[in-house]
C-alpha cells in the first residue's frame, strides 16, 4: 500500500469513528510533509452547523497551524467526494493535490437515500433569479467601498 492510500485509509477510519460518535460519514487529512497538519469529520448534525464539513474543518484547521491560506505544499485525503461548498474552499486553498475514496454516486448508492446534493447542483447551475432561494442583486452606491479599502490596504 502506498503513502496516499495509507492516508486515505486513515481518512475513511476517521469518518467510520465520527459515525460511532453520531457525527456523519465523512472525514478529511491536510498533509504536509508526512504529517497531519488538519483534520475534521463532518459535525453538520452533532454541531447544527451546515458549514461543519469535513474538508472545510481540516483546511481551517491546516491553514491555521501552518498561518497560511496557501496549501498548495500539501496534500488533502477525504473519504468521500467533496461537494460544491467544500469545493470552493479547496480552490481557495488550492492544495497541491486531493484524493477520495468514495463518489458521491457511490455514497447515495450505500446510503439507499439517493444523493441529497442532485438538486444542489442544478440549482447552481440556474441564473440567480431562477433559483429556488430568492436571490436579487440589489444597488447601491457604496458597494465598492470595502473593496477599494481593500485594494489601498494592499497596496501600502
Not at 55 to 62: P, T, V, Y
Not at 76 to 83: H, K, N, Q, R, T
Not at 96 to 119: H, I, R
Request: aromatic share 8%.
Amino acid at each position: 500500500m502506498n503513502q496516499h492510500q495509507q492516508w486515505l485509509e486513515q481518512a475513511i477510519r476517521l469518518a467510520e469513528l465520527n459515525v460511532g460518535s453520531g457525527g456523519g460519514p465523512f472525514a478529511a487529512l491536510v498533509v504536509k510533509d508526512g504529517r497531519i497538519v488538519g483534520r475534521g469529520v463532518n459535525g453538520v448534525h452533532l454541531d447544527h452547523d451546515p458549514t461543519a464539513h469535513a474538508e472545510l474543518l481540516a483546511i481551517r484547521e491546516a491553514c491555521i497551524h501552518l498561518e497560511t491560506t496557501d496549501l498548495s505544499d500539501c496534500t488533502l485525503y477525504a473519504s468521500g467526494e467533496p461537494c460544491p461548498m467544500c469545493m470552493g474552499t479547496i480552490y481557495w486553498a488550492r492544495p497541491g493535490s486531493v484524493y477520495y475514496a468514495c463518489s458521491k454516486q457511490e455514497a447515495a448508492d450505500a446510503t439507499a437515500f439517493g444523493d441529497p446534493l442532485d438538486g444542489f447542483y442544478q440549482e447552481m447551475l440556474q441564473p440567480s433569479q431562477a433559483r429556488s432561494i430568492n436571490m436579487r442583486k440589489l444597488e447601491s452606491g457604496s458597494k465598492l467601498a470595502p473593496f477599494y479599502a481593500w485594494r489601498d490596504m494592499q497596496s501600502e
